[in-house]
């Protein structure tokens, strides 16, 4: 089965910086549109990037400019590297795979922990 497996996470300073990683099995990754979405404890999930197969990306407005998205197909691996973190950020990120063909399946990693603060 398609398993998704994020890591990276863990506590930073407020300022600091992380770069987290996915890593996905058993999935013709270069059909999926990947993202990163987090939940904060008491709030709904909420998407903050994403890119195409062919390399768009899409961000949240309180996002952008401090996080970056990217993918290596060749490795099956899609990253977020985050700056300029905030305490607001703290949250479980989730990796996300999204097919871009019709009839594909939506999978989700299990999360990894991102604590900012001091």
């Known amino acids: 089965q398609v398993q998704l497996v994020e890591s990276g996470g863990g506590l930073v300073q407020p300022g600091g910086s992380l770069r987290l990683s996915c890593a996905g099995s058993?999935?013709?990754?270069?059909?999926?549109?990947m993202g990163w979405y987090r939940q904060a404890p008491g709030k709904q999930r909420e998407l903050v990037a994403a890119?195409?197969?062919?390399?768009?990306?899409n961000y949240a407005d309180s996002m952008k400019g401090r996080f970056t998205i990217s993918r290596d197909n060749a490795k099956n691996t899609v990253y977020l590297q985050m700056n300029s973190l905030k305490p607001e950020d703290t949250a479980v990120y989730y990796c996300?795979?999204?097919?871009?063909?019709?009839?594909?399946?939506?999978?989700w990693g299990q999360g990894t922990q991102v604590t900012v603060s001091s």
């Open positions: 890119i195409t197969s062919g390399g768009s990306t």
């Open positions: 996300n795979a999204r097919g871009e063909v019709a009839g594909l399946y939506t999978y």
């Open positions: 058993r999935i013709i990754f270069n059909i999926y549109t």
